[in-house]
C-alpha cells in the first residue's frame, strides 16, 4: 500500500472518530487526539475483522458438511458398510450457494489481513503527518 493511500484510509477510518462537538471540532488535532482516534478505529477494524473471520469460519463449515453430506449419503456410497468413496460433485443450486459461500468468506478473509498493514502504516511519520493534515481539513 502506497504512503498516500494509506494516509487517506487511516484518514477516512479516524474522520468517524473525531469530536462532534463544535468547539473541540475546531482546535488543531494533536499528535495526541490523533493517536487516541486511529487506535479507536483500528479497534473497530479489529472487531469487525473478528466478525468477518467468524463469519467466513461459519461459511466453511457449512460447505463442509454439505459436502460430507452429500457424499456419506450418495448412492454410490449406501452399499459400504465402512467408509465412503469419491463421488462426483452435485450440480445444485444448494451445492453452487455453497461454493459462493466461499468466495465470501475468502474475501471476508482478505477483508481482515488488511488491519495489520494500516497498523503498520498507522506508525509511520510521514503517514501520521499526512493523515492528521487530511483530518484538518475537517476542522
Known amino acids: 500500500m502506497e504512503k ?7 484518514a477516512f477510518l479516524a474522520v468517524f472518530q473525531l469530536p462532534q ?8 488535532l494533536s499528535k495526541l487526539d ?4 486511529c487506535l479507536s478505529a ?3 477494524l479489529a472487531d469487525h475483522a473478528r466478525s468477518n473471520l467468524n463469519k467466513a469460519e ?3 463449515i457449512k460447505t463442509e458438511r454439505t459436502l460430507m453430506e452429500y457424499q456419506i ?4 456410497n449406501e452399499p459400504l458398510e465402512v467408509g465412503s468413496r469419491s463421488v462426483p460433485l452435485p450440480q445444485s443450486k444448494d451445492f453452487l450457494d455453497r461454493i459462493d459461500d466461499c468466495y465470501q ?3 471476508l478473509l482478505k477483508e481482515s489481513l488488511q488491519i495489520p ?3 503498520w502504516h498507522y506508525n509511520d511519520i510521514d503517514i501520521q503527518n499526512f493523515t492528521l493534515n487530511l483530518l484538518d481539513q475537517f476542522n
Not at 462537538?21 to 488543531?28: I, Q, S
Not at 490523533?34 to 482516534?37: D, G, Y
Open 34 to 37: 490523533f493517536h487516541a482516534i
Open 42 to 44: 483500528l479497534r473497530t
Open 105 to 107: 468468506a475468502i474475501s
Open 58 to 60: 461459519a461459511f466453511f
Open 21 to 28: 462537538d463544535p468547539e473541540k471540532f475546531e482546535k488543531r
Open 4 to 10: 498516500r493511500s494509506a494516509a487517506r484510509e487511516l
Open 73 to 76: 449419503n450418495h448412492p454410490l
Open 117 to 119: 498493514e494500516i497498523y
